[in-house]
């Protein structure tokens, strides 16, 4: 899948540097594209967290389908729904997610990419044409996104990001009271 890089944060100073200024994403509510058309891979903090709420890991583990990153196991994905393919948690009448604040980081951060090299961190967007809210007109700045979807990733240790940067951008460089 093609991808666009938006943003590389320096992870020593936690300054972000805006790389594509007029970039905008908004969440479209009752779209649902994402739990319908995404494998999603869980993370073990994410079954954990899952299980946490009650549910049986047989009920939301797809054991037959595998992530990986070269030779490195990274886990396995949330199962989907025999009937229409949706991701088990997705209510089919709302199209709402029933495990929202406690939902898998990749679903977090999606359609973002974070990758790390050594002392910054790259912030993509997936050019995914089943996301309608890639560059939609009423969507938020990166800024904001970083703030509003990259918290849980942000804070603390390695990715403590403090401030932004942005050469053309209207939202002058600021510290993130609440990321950090």
Not at 82 to 96: I, M, Q, R, S, Y
Request: proline residues 6%; contains cysteine.
């Amino acid at each position: 899948m093609e991808k666009e890089l938006i943003a590389i944060v320096n992870m020593k100073t936690g300054e972000i540097d805006v790389v594509k200024d007029n970039f905008k994403f908004k969440c479209i509510e009752d779209c649902a594209r994402c739990c319908i058309e995404n494998d999603i891979p869980l993370r073990e903090e994410d079954v954990e967290r899952i299980k946490a709420l009650g549910y049986e890991e047989e009920y939301f583990v797809d054991y037959t389908k595998m992530f990986y990153r070269g030779p490195k196991f990274l886990g396995y994905a949330i199962k989907k729904r025999p009937f229409d393919d949706a991701c088990v948690f997705l209510d089919p009448e709302t199209k709402k997610c029933r495990i929202y604040e406690y939902r898998p980081l990749a679903c977090k951060l999606y359609p973002f990419i974070l990758i790390k090299h050594g002392d910054t961190l790259e912030i993509y967007i997936k050019k995914d044409s089943n996301c309608p809210g890639i560059d939609h007109p009423d969507g938020d700045p990166i800024e904001i996104i970083i703030e509003r979807y990259f918290g849980e990733v942000l804070k603390g240790g390695e990715y403590g990001v403090r401030r932004i940067r942005s050469e053309n951008s209207s939202y002058p460089l600021k510290r993130l009271e609440n990321i950090i």
